[in-house]
């Protein structure tokens, strides 16, 4: 891809890596047996464990790492371009245009990703960052924090610009509901600091902070997707080709607010002693009750998309496909630990799983292939 065809969105690819590599580690923590906190390499291997059931960690733990080297491979080559493409004038256009500028916002979200990473998968095979969790708090809140204030400048800023520049309101897709996404992967982070930190300062200051960005992204969420049904009701067939795999975009929107709600009722307990008993099956219940009929809803309109377009094109929307297959297991995972202790749902995370590693192959071949020759076998489009 040219610096002139460069897009922000190509971030969903390395932010899409960052999730898969999460998702071991998040399906070990909530199905399988270990010790008190987040489960450690160490606790994994203690057990006794068939031949079976080691290959099968084994082939997680191949993914936590495989994935958070791409991971970090994928955001330094785009941020090297990201930077450079900042100075042409395509910068300056695509941020005053309310219809595409939240495609700005894909880098932000995957920088906190990175942090995702450092709780999860980097800390379960480093002794070090398991042995001493709480001496990364504070830097954590401070990192975090700085994200904060930047990612919230920069939403009231591109909310500012909507207002006073106007839009077709005919025009909006699915990809407009990456402002709840971010605020939602920063409000995530951020009860997680509050659920797990043992300084209370900490842990206050991150909840409150917390409640301040995910509010804000509750009410866009909201709003947005009142907005979009509204637009889209009120046009004949579907999106653009190009727009529609950010139909999907809902499922992680709602994995993140609803994690982030089961993390704060962590915090209320651990630090404030309530007891809230039914609140975390309520909260995973529900959310992951809405996810299945949506994630079905949403896949009976990419059912022709598919077929069509997907195996011969290539945009970089498309990454948009990976985040609604890793935010589905996630949730799921959640739901397997509280509420619904079933093989079957068991093997449905496990395909989707190994789906979206398949479907990341298979857009990253893509995408080199696009990148490197114009005459390459499939549509590129950018």
Request: proline letters at 3%; a neutral charge; aromatic letters at 16%.
């Amino acid at each position: 891809m040219s610096l002139k065809d460069f897009s922000p969105l190509v971030f969903l690819a390395s932010l899409g890596a960052g999730g898969i590599a999460v998702l071991p580690f998040v399906f070990m923590q909530y199905t399988t047996e270990h010790g008190n906190g987040l489960i450690t390499r160490s606790q994994l291997w203690l057990q006794e464990l068939s031949w079976i059931s080691s290959i099968y960690y084994y082939s997680l733990e191949a993914i936590m790492i495989v994935f958070t080297l791409i991971h970090f491979i994928l955001t330094l080559w785009f941020t090297i371009k990201l930077i450079r493409w900042m100075k042409t004038d395509k910068f300056s256009e695509l941020i005053n245009d309310p219809l595409r500028n939240a495609a700005i916002l894909a880098p932000l979200i995957s920088v906190l990703m990175t942090m995702n990473l450092f709780i999860g998968p980097i800390r379960y095979f480093i002794p070090a960052l398991s042995d001493h969790f709480q001496s990364i708090m504070l830097p954590a809140m401070i990192f975090w924090s700085l994200m904060f204030v930047i990612i919230l400048f920069t939403e009231i800023k591109l909310l500012g610009i909507s207002f006073n520049n106007g839009f077709d309101i005919t025009k909006i897709h699915f990809g407009w509901l990456l402002h709840p996404f971010l605020l939602g992967m920063l409000t995530v982070i951020g009860t997680g600091i509050a659920a797990m930190s043992q300084n209370v300062s900490i842990a206050d200051t991150a909840a409150f902070m917390s409640l301040i960005s995910g509010s804000m992204g509750i009410f866009l969420l909201l709003v947005k997707m009142v907005v979009i049904f509204e637009s889209h009701f009120a046009l004949k067939g579907l999106p653009d080709k190009q727009f529609l795999p950010s139909i999907l975009i809902v499922i992680p929107n709602i994995t993140l607010f609803a994690i982030s709600a089961f993390r704060l009722g962590h915090f209320l307990e651990y630090h404030h002693g309530y007891h809230l008993g039914a609140y975390f099956y309520i909260v995973i219940g529900l959310s992951f009750a809405f996810e299945i009929w949506y994630m079905l809803f949403g896949l009976s309109l990419l059912k022709d998309y598919f077929k069509e377009h997907h195996f011969s094109e290539f945009y970089v929307s498309q990454w948009g496909l990976i985040c609604p297959l890793v935010a589905f297991v996630t949730l799921g995972a959640f739901a397997y630990g509280v509420l619904l202790t079933s093989s079957i749902l068991y093997g449905v995370l496990v395909l989707t799983m190994i789906g979206a590693v398949a479907l990341f192959a298979e857009l990253l071949v893509k995408h080199i292939k696009c990148s490197r020759a114009k005459n390459a076998q499939i549509n590129c489009e950018v």
